[in-house]
């Protein structure tokens, strides 16, 4: 048998940037699953709810508007899109201006949905973050956009 010799590794040296990191990323789950455990009570994905969620609230938008907006690829907004018109709540409208182009738009059946799960959806996020005060959540967006902003302005 061939003995090997191994050397504890270097020990990490502390970090905030880390520690946060993972304190966000372990806070997001948290939160997201109780976001998934609503959306899937509905049937559906939390790409078709985010969807359903900006057309809700912003009215209808080109595909790549919306892409944007909810952070899919642009297949996967294809396809978000395309379950939600089976489903009958979105349709696809072409654009005046742009033949490529097509708008997506909540049907009368998707304006009922949203209006009445909405409310239902924003209560369980609220409950999700109780542990905040209204005062610590208003810090921690102020926070997060800036953190947001910075990072995306840096070269990956």
Known sequence: MIEVKTTPPAPIPDSRALKLWVILSRAHAAVEAHARADFNRRGLSPGEFGALEVLYHRGPLLLGELQRKILVSSGGITYVIDRLAEKGLVTRKPSPSDRRASYAE??????????????????????????????????????????????????P
């Open 106 to 155: 909540l049907t009368v059946a998707g304006v009922e949905l949203m209006a009445c799960i909405f409310p239902l959806h924003q209560a369980v996020i609220e409950r999700a973050m109780s542990g905040l005060s209204d005062r610590e959540m208003e810090v921690l967006a102020g926070a997060l956009k800036r953190l947001g902003r910075e990072a995306a302005a840096l070269e």
